[in-house]
C-alpha cells in the first residue's frame, strides 16, 4: 500500500525537494500543506504537540500514526529500496554515506557563504571567504569523483544523489554564475542530468521552487539584513522588551566611575575560534615599518592592477619587509587543474594564521597533466617565515622559497605578472589560475 500523507513546509524550501523527489519516485501520496506559514503554523501549541521542536519541513501520515520531522529521515521514510541502495549492503552504506556527507560536511561551508550573500546573517569578510574557499574545495573534490560516474552510486538515482542535489541546489542557483562553474565540468553535468529527472521536475513545481541558472550572484545587502531581522517572528512567551522595561519601576543606579561596555556577542564560529588557545605570532615582534599590509591589501582587492601594482611598489618597506618566490616541488605528479588548486587552496586554509602579516599569488600555468604551480609571497621580516611557528610548517618544504630583491628588475616583473595573473612560468605554459592569500 503507498504511503500518503502531508508535508508541512513553505514556500521554495530546498531542504523539502529531498521529501517530494523521493516521494516521486516511490508514488507515495504527498501533499504540501497549503496553509502552512513558516513564523505562525510551526510555532503553534497542535503543531509543536506533534514536532516539538518546531522544524521545517515535518511529515504527518494520513492515518496521523507517522510524525517525522529532519528532511533526510522524511525522505528515507518515503524512499523505495533502489533509493536506498537496494539489497546491497555495500551500495546501502555508500548511501547513507553520502546522505551524512551533505549535512556534515557541506552543508556548514555553503551556509558560511550563502546565508550572508543572501543577506540573511551579517556579512563578515574573512569568514565568508573562507567558506567560499571551503565550498570550491567540496565542490572540486565532488567534481573528481564524479569524472567517472553519472551517479554518486551505482548506475541510477538513489538518495545519495537527491540529498547531494538539494543541499547544493541554492549555491548553484545564487552563486555560482557561468565563469564560477567551468572547472566543476562533471559536477554541473551531474547536476543537469539529475535536475532534468520527470521526478524531480515534478517536485520542483510542487515545492513552488523556481530554478534556473544565474549569471549574476546575489551580493551581500545590509538594507535587507536589516528589514529581515525586523520582521523576526517573536519566540512564543517571551514579552516584548520594551514594554519589559516600562513596566519595570525605576530604581537609582550606584554611580560608577565608567560604565562597562556590553560585551560582544559572539557567533557560533567566532565563540567556537574563541576558545582556542591563543598562539603568539612570531612576526608580531619585529619592527612594523611603514608599510601598512591590510592597507594595500584593501586597495589590492578594490582597485585594478594598473593601479595596485604601482601602488604597492609606492608604499612598500623593503627594510622591514622582504618578497619570496615560491616553487612546487614535484610539479612532475600534477595531474587534473583542479585537484592542483585543491593543493593551493589546503596550504592556504592551513596558514590562516599567517594572514596577519603575509600577503600572497600562487598560481597555476598549464593544463592538465603538464602543470607547474609558483607564487610570490610578502611578509613581515627578511627571514622565511615558515619555521618561525609550528602553525606554519605544514606545506612550506614541498616549495624552494628564493628571496627576492626588491629593488631588482627582474623582481617587479614577477610581481607585476603574478600581481596580475599574466605571463608563463620558466618552461611558456600559460596562467591557467591564481588564488589569493590576504
Known amino acids: 500500500m503507498a504511503k500518503s500523507g502531508v508535508l508541512y513546509t513553505y514556500a521554495g524550501n530546498f531542504r523539502a525537494l529531498k521529501a517530494l523527489i523521493a516521494a516521486g519516485y516511490s508514488g507515495a501520496g504527498v501533499t504540501v500543506d497549503p496553509k502552512f506559514s513558516f513564523g505562525t503554523t510551526n510555532r503553534s501549541e497542535e503543531y509543536l504537540k506533534k514536532f516539538p521542536l518546531g522544524k521545517v519541513p515535518a511529515y504527518e501520515s494520513t492515518d496521523g500514526k507517522v510524525l517525522l520531522s529532519e528532511s533526510d529521515a522524511i525522505a528515507y521514510y518515503l524512499a523505495t529500496e533502489d533509493l ?25 561551508p555553503i551556509a558560511g557563504w550563502l546565508f550572508p550573500s543572501m543577506s540573511i546573517i551579517p556579512f563578515n569578510k574573512d569568514q565568508v571567504a573562507k567558506s567560499r574557499a571551503a565550498t570550491e574545495n567540496q565542490l572540486s573534490i565532488l567534481d573528481g569523483l564524479l569524472l567517472t560516474r553519472t551517479f554518486l552510486v551505482g548506475e541510477r538515482i538513489t538518495l545519495a544523489d537527491i540529498a547531494v542535489f538539494t543541499t547544493l541546489i541554492e549555491t548553484v542557483k545564487k552563486l555560482l554564475d557561468k565563469e564560477s562553474r567551468q572547472p566543476y565540468t562533471n559536477l554541473i553535468r551531474w547536476f543537469d542530468t539529475v535536475l532534468n529527472q520527470p521526478q524531480v521536475q515534478s517536485a520542483l513545481k510542487q515545492a513552488s521552487y523556481e530554478f534556473s541558472y544565474n549569471e549574476t550572484p546575489i551580493k551581500f545587502d545590509p538594507a535587507k539584513l536589516k528589514d529581515i531581522q525586523g520582521a523576526q517572528p517573536q519566540q512564543p512567551g517571551k514579552k516584548d522588551d520594551k514594554k519589559k522595561k516600562e513596566e519595570k519601576p525605576k530604581q537609582e543606579k550606584p554611580k560608577q566611575e565608567k560604565p562597562k561596555e556590553p560585551e560582544e556577542e559572539l557567533d557560533a564560529a567566532d565563540a567556537a575560534l574563541a576558545e582556542e588557545p591563543k598562539s603568539k605570532d612570531p612576526l608580531d615582534q619585529l619592527p612594523k615599518g611603514t608599510w601598512v599590509m591590510d592597507d594595500f591589501k584593501r586597495f589590492y582587492s578594490n ?45 592556504y586554509q592551513r596558514l590562516d594564521k599567517l594572514r596577519k602579516n603575509a600577503f600572497a599569488s600562487v598560481c597555476l600555468f598549464g593544463e592538465d597533466n603538464n602543470s607547474t604551480i609558483s607564487g610570490v609571497w610578502i611578509w613581515r621580516g627578511q627571514e622565511l617565515a615558515f619555521p618561525l611557528s609550528p602553525d606554519w610548517q605544514i606545506d612550506y618544504e614541498t616549495y624552494t622559497w628564493t628571496k627576492l630583491d626588491p629593488a631588482a ?19 611558456g605554459r600559460k596562467f591557467n589560475q591564481g588564488k589569493v592569500f590576504k
Not at 314 to 325: M, P, T, V
Not at 409 to 427: A, C, F, I, M, N
Open 84 to 108: 536506498r541502495g537496494g539489497s546491497d549492503d555495500v551500495a546501502r552504506a555508500e548511501v547513507l554515506k553520502y546522505i551524512v556527507y551533505a549535512q556534515a560536511e557541506l552543508f556548514g
Open 303 to 347: 582597485n585594478d592592477v594598473d593601479k595596485s601594482i604601482p601602488y604597492f611598489w609606492e608604499k612598500f618597506d623593503s627594510e622591514n619587509y622582504s618578497i619570496w618566490l615560491g616553487e612546487y616541488k614535484y610539479n612532475s605528479e600534477l595531474a587534473k587543474v583542479f585537484m592542483s588548486c585543491n593543493l593551493i587552496t589546503g596550504m
Open 409 to 427: 628588475p627582474e623582481t617587479k616583473k614577477l610581481v607585476q605578472d603574478y600581481l596580475s595573473w599574466e605571463g608563463t612560468d620558466k618552461e
